[in-house]
């Protein structure tokens, strides 16, 4: 079945360091990605998305390209704020069937001033 | 626009007590879904609505979990009896249709500790 696996954390950076946190996936066909975003204390929110592949999602400094190839969504940043400190998932939807999202077990990144 | 709202926040209970969690969608929201996200991972789905029908509930454990969603709005998710390894938090998430590229909203959750 479809999966999603995404590196292990807890992640912790320094403020305005670079970062990246890989996801790769499992599916057939096509799917859609999606990078999520959960802070202390809140639901989930959709950082970005990409619905097909070389397409690349942006939103609030980060980005993450659809690559087909390598069958990845990763999602980086170049200057990371103490405030973008939360869990980071990666999803996927099918395009056929019920489209369910499917997570990875999530990223810890913690920003240290 | 007022997003997924879901209650309680919290809930306490002893393994065999029973427990419901209630869900309130974005208005006009046709998709509804019930994730249970556990400590440590990702969320999975449990279960899946088109309106007030149901579109996957495969990975619903049906021996103690139920869930319905009358009128195609509010939707209630309920465990009877709760063991230990129910203790997660459930989410709830609501969409205006099924195509893939729609964005599911997600309330802030329901945390269970079962005892």
């Known amino acids: 079945g479809d999966s999603v696996t995404q590196m292990e954390g807890p992640v912790t950076l320094s403020e305005e360091a670079f970062l990246t946190i890989n996801c790769t996936y499992t599916?057939?066909?096509?799917?859609?990605l999606f990078w999520y975003v959960q802070y202390p204390g809140e639901g989930l929110q959709l950082l970005l998305k990409?619905?097909?592949?070389?397409d690349k999602g942006s939103n609030k400094g980060f980005e993450a390209t659809y690559r087909k190839e390598t069958t990845s969504f990763h999602l980086e940043k170049g200057s990371v704020q103490v405030s973008d400190s939360a869990v980071y998932f990666c999803?996927?939807?099918?395009?056929?069937?019920?489209?369910?999202?499917?997570f990875g077990q999530g990223t810890r990144l913690t920003i240290n001033p | 626009e007022a997003g997924v709202a879901q209650s309680p926040r919290y809930k306490i209970i002893e393994k065999r007590q029973s427990v419901a969690f209630w869900c309130n969608p974005i208005?006009?929201?046709?998709?509804l879904y019930w994730y249970q996200q556990i400590l440590g991972q990702g969320p999975k789905l449990l279960i899946q609505?088109?309106?007030?029908?149901?579109?996957?509930d495969s990975q619903l454990p049906k021996d103690r979990f139920s869930a319905e969603r009358l009128k195609g709005v509010d939707s209630t998710l309920k465990i009877q009896p709760a063991k230990l390894e129910d203790s997660a938090v459930y989410l709830c998430?609501?969409?205006?249709?099924?195509?893939?590229?729609?964005?599911?909203?997600f309330g802030a959750g329901t945390r269970l500790s079962v005892l």
């Open positions: 998430a609501s969409s205006p249709g099924i195509a893939a590229k729609n964005i599911q909203y």
């Open positions: 599916a057939t066909g096509y799917p859609s």
């Open positions: 990409a619905t097909k592949a070389d």
């Open positions: 999803a996927l939807s099918a395009r056929i069937g019920a489209q369910k999202l499917v």
């Open positions: 208005s006009g929201h046709a998709t």
């Open positions: 609505f088109q309106n007030n029908g149901v579109v996957d």
